[in-house]
C-alpha cells in the first residue's frame, strides 16, 4: 500500500499538527521516507473518530529509553513510535522494518511481525481459497510460508490502526461497546489524553479506567516490562515470554 491509497481510503488527519523541518529530521532514518513526507504535508492528528492518533516519534523516546534500558536484546533508539490508541496503545516501527505494539497500561512489548513470520498454515486452507473463489495451488502451503517473510507495510498498519470498525470491538465485562461508555462516563479525549484502565479489580469496566494526558502516563515508570515475541519450533508457533526489569 502506498501512502497515497491511505490518503484516499483514510481522508487526512483531523485537527492535524504541523511537523516542522527539525522534528521530521530527527525522525529521518528512523522510519520510511514516506510516512516522513506525509507528515510533512498534512500534519500529524487522529482518525477514527479520536481513537487513534499519529504521533512523531520524540514524544515517546525518553519513555522507551526509561523502560528499555536494562533490556538484553533490544534498543530503545532502534524504536519509533507512529501513532497511539484510545486506550494507550502504541504502534512502534523498528529501525529493521519490524511491527511492535507498547500497551501502557499493562506495560506489555509485542514484536507482531514475529507472529506473522512463525504463524503456522490456516487448517481451513482449502476452504479460504474456496470461499475467495479461487483454486487451491498445489504449493499453497509453501505459498503461504513464503508469504510470511514478506516485508511489513507501514501504510497496511496504519490502515489497521486506523478503522473505526476495529474499535467496535473492544466490549466491556456485558458484551456491549467500551469507548462509547468511556466517552460517556469519563468525557471526550482532549489533544494527547488517552483512556487507562487504572483498578483491574473494579467489577464494571468502564469506571475502572480514568482520562489521562499522556505527560502524566509517561512520568511513570512501571515496575517492569513484559515483552512477548514468537519463535518457530519443528513448525509451531511457540509464544515466548520476558520480563525485563526497570530501574
Same mark, same amino acid.
Given at each position: 500500500?502506498?501512502?497515497?491509497?491511505?490518503?484516499?481510503?483514510?481522508?487526512?488527519?483531523?485537527?492535524?499538527?504541523?511537523?516542522?523541518?527539525?522534528?521530521?529530521?530527527?525522525?529521518?532514518?528512523?522510519?520510511?521516507?514516506?510516512?516522513?513526507?506525509?507528515?510533512?504535508?498534512?500534519?500529524?492528528?487522529?482518525?477514527?473518530?479520536?481513537?487513534?492518533?499519529?504521533?512523531?516519534?520524540?514524544?515517546?523516546?525518553?519513555?522507551?529509553?526509561?523502560?528499555?534500558?536494562?533490556?538484553?536484546? *533490544? !534498543?530503545?533508539?532502534?524504536?519509533? =513510535?507512529?501513532?497511539?490508541? +484510545?486506550?494507550?496503545?502504541?504502534? &512502534?516501527?523498528?529501525?529493521? %522494518?519490524?511491527?511492535?505494539?507498547?500497551?501502557?497500561?499493562?506495560?506489555?512489548?509485542?514484536?507482531?511481525?514475529?507472529?506473522?513470520?512463525?504463524?503456522?498454515?490456516?487448517?481451513?486452507?482449502?476452504?479460504?481459497?474456496?470461499?475467495?473463489?479461487?483454486?487451491?495451488?498445489?504449493?499453497?502451503?509453501?505459498?503461504?510460508?513464503?508469504?510470511?517473510?514478506?516485508?511489513?507495510?507501514?501504510?497496511?498498519?496504519?490502515?489497521?490502526?486506523?478503522?473505526?470498525?476495529?474499535?467496535?470491538?473492544?466490549?466491556?465485562?456485558?458484551?456491549?461497546?467500551?469507548?462509547?461508555?468511556?466517552?460517556?462516563?469519563?468525557?471526550?479525549?482532549?489533544?494527547?489524553?488517552?483512556? *487507562? !484502565?487504572?483498578?483491574?479489580?473494579? =467489577?464494571?469496566?468502564?469506571? +475502572?479506567?480514568?482520562?489521562?494526558? &499522556?505527560?502524566?502516563?509517561? %512520568?511513570?515508570?512501571?515496575?517492569?516490562?513484559?515483552?512477548?515475541?514468537?519463535?518457530?519450533?519443528?513448525?509451531?508457533?511457540?509464544?515466548?515470554?520476558?520480563?525485563?526489569?526497570?530501574?
Amino acid at each position: 500500500m502506498s501512502a497515497d491509497e491511505f490518503l484516499a481510503a483514510r481522508g487526512k488527519p483531523r485537527q492535524a499538527m504541523q511537523v516542522s523541518e527539525a522534528e521530521a529530521e530527527r525522525a529521518r532514518g528512523r522510519v520510511p521516507a514516506d510516512l516522513i513526507a506525509f507528515w510533512m504535508e498534512h500534519g500529524v492528528g487522529y482518525y477514527a473518530d479520536r481513537n487513534y492518533h499519529l504521533c512523531m516519534p520524540f514524544i515517546f523516546d525518553e519513555y522507551l529509553a526509561n523502560i528499555l534500558d536494562n533490556a538484553p536484546n *533490544l !534498543r530503545s533508539e532502534d524504536f519509533a =513510535a507512529i501513532g497511539y490508541s +484510545s486506550l494507550g496503545a502504541i504502534d &512502534l516501527w523498528h529501525r529493521k %522494518g519490524r511491527h511492535f505494539t507498547l500497551s501502557l497500561d499493562v506495560a506489555l512489548l509485542m514484536d507482531l511481525t514475529s507472529r506473522k513470520e512463525t504463524d503456522p498454515p490456516p487448517h481451513d486452507l482449502h476452504e479460504l481459497y474456496s470461499l475467495a473463489g479461487i483454486d487451491m495451488p498445489e504449493n499453497a502451503i509453501e505459498l503461504f510460508l513464503e508469504a510470511r517473510k514478506a516485508p511489513e507495510d507501514i501504510w497496511n498498519i496504519m490502515m489497521s490502526a486506523t478503522s473505526l470498525d476495529a474499535y467496535k470491538f473492544v466490549e466491556d465485562e456485558n458484551g456491549r461497546q467500551l469507548l462509547p461508555q468511556l466517552r460517556k462516563v469519563h468525557g471526550p479525549l482532549s489533544e494527547r489524553e488517552v483512556y *487507562l !484502565r487504572e483498578n483491574p479489580e473494579l =467489577a464494571n469496566v468502564t469506571t +475502572s479506567y480514568r482520562r489521562m494526558k &499522556l505527560a502524566e502516563l509517561l %512520568g511513570r515508570r512501571p515496575g517492569s516490562v513484559h515483552y512477548s515475541f514468537a519463535v518457530e519450533i519443528d513448525g509451531h508457533q511457540d509464544i515466548v515470554d520476558e520480563i525485563i526489569p526497570v530501574v
